[in-house]
């Protein structure tokens, strides 16, 4: 982000701060949809496989306030091992069933992490959608606020 950017932007959050409450929930309410769908974007962008965006994009969220943003992915327990995989995808775990019949039990062995995938500390979706997301981000949140305060300027909102 250039200065200039940077000056802009401290400039449209002091204007935010001196707006109307009714005003700040309308920009925030605005923000929250427009920045929104482009985290919703930056996920779907991202690939993985079905699996991984099923665990990790089903309960995105974003937070908008004036100094900052947070981003949400997923809320599983099962999120964090399909965004950042496992060291270790060859574990077997050993349990007892019965058998069909009912009348006895007998060794199942199953290989449990096989459908994740190889450990990457920097994740798979998530957080590579998260870095991208900074830069548009910075570019969105002035000119939101401009626009809602000029449009509530101009009697449109």
Known sequence: MSAEAGADLRAATRALDRAP???????MATAREQLGNAWFEELA??????AQ???????ASVIPFRSGLIVGAGNDML????????????????????????NGTHSVTRHVRRQLPERKPGGYIAY?????????VFKMWGSL??????????GKA
Do not use: C, M, W
């Not at 606020?145 to 101009?154: P, R, S, T």
């Open 21 to 27: 409450q009714k005003l700040q929930e309308l920009i």
């Open 45 to 50: 962008a991202s690939g993985g496989s079905r």
């Open 53 to 59: 965006q099923a665990f990790i994009s089903r309960d």
């Open 79 to 102: 999120t964090k091992p399909y965004e950042f995989g496992t060291n270790d995808r060859e574990k077997q775990t050993t349990y007892q069933r019965r058998n069909s019949s009912g």
């Open 128 to 136: 590579p959608a998260a870095n991208r997301l900074g830069s548009r």
């Open 145 to 154: 606020i401009n626009k809602v305060l000029h449009d509530a300027f101009e």
